[in-house]
């Protein structure tokens, strides 16, 4: 299905597709006059960007122990999608300036970029559903060792190993670049060789090629994004600025996505300028910085996401299969009780994942 095609809540990140794509359709379908007065103009144009200003710096000040985790990302999005609502709506009152040069071309623009980002969507749909699995992996441990069970015997630590063996081949696939799930949707609909093609950037189906590229994507959605020049400032009547601003947030949030989720070919290494006199500028930078320096901590630097659960997921199975590893049978008294604790842990890990994936594919 094509990207332009994007409708219904079963699609993943639905409210972002509709969104996007209502956008167009409104801007194509109604070239009616201006319905807002310059100085109204220019006051909701000043609160589109003290929305922008909140949202980042309420992210950017959040308690250290929520960032990067999934209800972190969940207010992301919602910031997201309020902020292009409210974009969507500034588009329709003025769209007879809109349909004039230049904000004809910066608003093609936008939406050239809104179609990569959904591309984005879809491999990180791909990559929610991965998590998953690995939930479901985690599950399997927790039957087997369920603190229910009076005694814990070696057939309940084999079958907790076998599902631990499982998770650690799975988790070490995608880092390698992919699992077997997301290149099997990914291959949906690929038969040309030109679809196939490294330099192919636009999906013509629901998910993406073996050769897409998450980093590349990025790039292609931030290439020749520059803030707009004074004299288009004044003869836009700073309308320039919001459409700078709405393709910044648009870009940036993929970047989150595709640092925190497991998608296809990673890579973090975007080059990333904004200038500061923008008033969100500030908090979207110093959010880039504290995610950039998240990659680089020795246990997150070879992660196939930044997402928190998963980092939670990795130290808890690494506990349990240390713990598995060196039990000795029938378990003494102590060593019983910190399989308990452990496994405690890991239910707790389960029941997030299990609270927060759906909400966010649906967001």
């Given at each position: 299905?094509?990207?332009?095609?994007?409708q219904?809540?079963?699609?993943?990140?639905?409210?972002?597709?509709?969104?996007?794509?209502?956008?167009?359709?409104?801007?194509?379908?109604?070239?009616?006059?201006?319905?807002?007065?310059?100085?109204?103009?220019?006051?909701?144009?000043?609160?589109?960007?003290?929305?922008?200003?909140?949202?980042?710096?309420?992210?950017?000040?959040?308690?250290?122990?929520?960032?990067?985790?999934?209800?972190?990302?969940?207010?992301?999005?919602?910031?997201?999608?309020?902020?292009?609502?409210?974009?969507?709506?500034?588009?329709?009152?003025?769209?007879?300036?809109?349909?004039?040069?230049?904000?004809?071309?910066?608003?093609?623009?936008?939406?050239?970029?809104?179609?990569?980002?959904?591309?984005?969507?879809?491999?990180?749909?791909?990559?929610?559903?991965?998590?998953?699995?690995?939930?479901?992996?985690?599950?399997?441990?927790l039957?087997?060792?369920?603190?229910r069970?009076?005694?814990?015997?070696?057939?309940?630590?084999?079958?907790?190993?076998?599902?631990?063996t499982?998770?650690?081949?799975?988790?070490?696939?995608?880092?390698?670049?992919g699992?077997?799930?997301?290149?099997?949707?990914?291959?949906?609909?690929?038969?040309?060789?030109?679809?196939?093609?490294?330099?192919?950037?636009?999906?013509l189906?629901?998910?993406?090629?073996?050769?897409?590229?998450?980093?590349?994507?990025?790039?292609?959605?931030?290439?020749?994004?520059?803030?707009?020049?004074?004299?288009d400032?004044?003869?836009?009547?700073?309308?320039?600025?919001?459409?700078?601003?709405m393709?910044?947030?648009?870009?940036?949030?993929?970047?989150?996505?595709?640092?925190?989720?497991?998608?296809?070919?990673?890579?973090?290494?975007?080059?990333?300028?904004?200038?500061?006199?923008?008033?969100?500028?500030a908090?979207?930078?110093?959010?880039?910085?504290?995610?950039?320096?998240?990659?680089?901590?020795?246990d997150?630097?070879?992660?196939?996401?930044?997402?928190?659960?998963?980092?939670?997921?990795?130290?808890?199975?690494?506990?349990?299969t240390?713990?598995?590893?060196?039990?000795?049978?029938?378990?003494s008294?102590?060593?019983?009780?910190?399989?308990?604790?452990?496994?405690?842990?890991?239910?707790?890990?389960?029941?997030?994942?299990?609270?927060?994936?759906?909400?966010?594919?649906?967001?």
């Amino acid at each position: 299905m094509p990207a332009t095609d994007y409708q219904g809540s079963s699609v993943p990140f639905a409210s972002i597709g509709r969104s996007i794509l209502s956008i167009r359709r409104d801007q194509v379908h109604s070239m009616e006059g201006n319905l807002e007065s310059a100085s109204a103009q220019d006051q909701r144009l000043e609160a589109f960007q003290r929305m922008v200003t909140e949202n980042f710096h309420d992210l950017s000040s959040c308690n250290p122990d929520e960032f990067l985790s999934l209800s972190w990302i969940s207010r992301l999005l919602d910031g997201f999608l309020s902020c292009q609502e409210e974009f969507r709506a500034i588009l329709q009152s003025h769209r007879f300036q809109f349909a004039k040069p230049p904000l004809d071309r910066q608003t093609s623009e936008f939406f050239e970029r809104s179609v990569k980002a959904l591309d984005i969507c879809n491999a990180i749909r791909d990559g929610i559903e991965q998590v998953r699995q690995w939930r479901k992996q985690l599950e399997i441990v927790l039957s087997a060792l369920d603190s229910r069970q009076r005694t814990l015997g070696e057939g309940q630590f084999r079958r907790a190993k076998k599902a631990l063996t499982d998770l650690s081949i799975g988790m070490l696939e995608e880092k390698e670049g992919g699992s077997v799930l997301a290149q099997r949707n990914r291959s949906f609909g690929r038969n040309s060789s030109k679809e196939r093609s490294v330099g192919h950037f636009r999906s013509l189906s629901w998910s993406v090629s073996r050769s897409w590229s998450a980093a590349r994507q990025l790039q292609a959605i931030g290439n020749n994004l520059n803030a707009p020049r004074h004299n288009d400032v004044l003869a836009t009547g700073g309308l320039a600025v919001l459409v700078y601003t709405m393709n910044t947030v648009l870009l940036f949030v993929m970047w989150v996505l595709v640092a925190a989720i497991p998608c296809q070919d990673r890579g973090l290494q975007m080059h990333f300028s904004v200038p500061r006199n923008f008033s969100w500028a500030a908090a979207v930078l110093s959010l880039h910085e504290k995610i950039v320096e998240e990659s680089k901590k020795r246990d997150r630097r070879n992660s196939c996401g930044l997402l928190k659960e998963i980092h939670q997921i990795e130290k808890c199975a690494r506990h349990i299969t240390e713990l598995a590893d060196s039990v000795h049978l029938p378990l003494s008294v102590d060593k019983e009780k910190e399989v308990r604790q452990r496994v405690e842990e890991l239910g707790q890990v389960c029941e997030v994942l299990k609270d927060g994936l759906d909400p966010l594919e649906h967001q």
